[in-house]
């Protein structure tokens, strides 16, 4: 079946259109700059030529059209038709308390989904716009939407309740949702079919931690293939720090802050989510963990210590959330790294797996220094450790892609 796999930002429309009888991704590319002047990458296949061309895009309809003609086009295209895509696959963040798998588009799931407007407000409105706009172009093909939060759904009360009032729990439907779910169930079955065929272990005895670590960042702890806990909360402001996102604090912090510099709730808001973190850590220097990882290696004068505390204390968090994890299943049989840094900062994942002995935690540092920028899955761990650790380069649009055929196939 092909399926175009979509995710929309607020200016922008990614895609990848999958053969998933063939396992292949046919194309890819991004529609850029949408509502200001627009402009288009794309390439054929996984790894071809990238053509970059500027066209106006007034709207998300308009860079639908764009992305079908440049797949339909004699050169830039790799199919003949647009009536040869099957179905569309939708990424979405949240699913709120409405959605708990993926769902076929109807009148009534997309009023639902203005609903979960409040739990990702900054995410939400952009796939609506980018939903609307795949069905003024393609009315009669079916649609299906793939929530980062349905694979957290799975987790027990105990882990998923926050300490507050039941009235206010209930009013205001307030729980863990999380976030990254896609990304998490990806490595955490690739990761539970090499601990079936290394070690023979059956799905439901396996226990696994997976870290997705990029400029935002969740971990999870996946038992039997189920997920029973994650780092990210009611938003993907909770967890360990992230690019520009504190992460948890004390939320006596909030308040503190609000009072002493007259903060309200939207700038308050702001602060923790957009000026905190690495950017926060740094005194505005960088955000991306590269630029931080670029000045302790060259001693810069000026952000090597900020840079050595917030690496640090990242891939101490990160430490925390295995240990804490591997208590929470009673036991450990993986770690996966996966995602912008979990798959290319080797200094990351040095720090986080050094004095982890007592989990049985080894990994091969010189094998591990060279790991990066590559395609492949890669075991990190030693024949002496007692816990696998491996990079597992995630796929979320191979993941949406399955969801959308499997739903599709049955209509």
Do not use: W
């Amino acid at each position: 079946m092909k399926v175009l796999v979509v995710n929309a930002g607020s200016s922008s429309l990614k895609y990848q259109l999958f053969d998933t009888t063939a396992k292949e991704v046919l194309a890819k590319g991004i529609c850029e700059r949408i509502g200001i002047d627009g402009n288009i990458e794309h390439r054929k296949g996984e790894k071809g030529e990238k053509i970059t061309k500027e066209i106006p895009m007034p709207d998300h309809s308009v860079a639908t059209q764009i992305l079908v003609d440049y797949l339909t086009d004699k050169e830039t295209g790799v199919i003949e038709t647009m009536d040869e895509i099957e179905a569309v696959g939708h990424r979405i963040v949240s699913g709120g308390p409405y959605f708990f798998e993926s769902t076929l588009i109807n009148n009534e799931v997309l009023a639902m989904l203005e609903k979960c407007v409040p739990f990702a407000p900054l995410h939400t409105p952009p796939h609506l716009m980018g939903i609307r706009g795949c069905l003024n172009v393609m009315p009669n093909v079916p649609q299906v939407l793939v929530f980062d939060t349905a694979f957290h759904t799975t987790i027990p009360k105990k882990a998923s309740t926050f300490p507050i009032s039941k009235e206010m729990r209930e009013k205001y439907s307030i729980r863990r949702y999380g976030a990254h779910g896609t990304s998490h169930r990806f490595v955490a079955n690739e990761m539970i079919k090499i601990l079936e065929k290394t070690r023979g272990m059956k799905r439901e005895d396996t226990k696994i931690v997976t870290c997705h670590i990029g400029n935002g960042a969740s971990i999870s702890a996946v038992k039997g293939g189920v997920c029973v806990d994650t780092s990210m909360g009611f938003t993907p402001l909770d967890g360990i720090m992230m690019g520009t996102r504190c992460g948890a604090i004390d939320p006596a912090i909030v308040t503190f802050i609000m009072k002493n510099e007259g903060y309200d709730p939207d700038r308050m808001d702001k602060y923790m989510n957009q000026e905190c973190g690495f950017l926060g850590m740094t005194d505005g220097f960088s955000s991306d963990s590269r630029d931080l990882e670029r000045a302790i290696a060259e001693n810069d004068p000026e952000h090597k210590e900020d840079a050595v505390l917030a690496t640090s204390i990242m891939a101490y968090q990160v430490q925390k959330y295995i240990g804490a994890y591997s208590a929470a299943m009673n036991g450990l049989d993986a770690v996966v790294f996966t995602a912008g840094m979990g798959e290319h900062n080797l200094e990351l994942r040095d720090r986080a797996c050094a004095n982890m002995q007592y989990f049985g935690i080894e990994i091969d540092r010189e094998l591990n220094s060279v790991t990066h920028h590559q395609p492949n899955i890669v075991r990190l761990s030693t024949d002496n450790s007692h816990v696998e650790v491996y990079v597992i380069p995630t796929d979320e649009e191979y993941m949406i892609a399955t969801d959308t055929e499997e739903i599709v196939s049955k209509l």
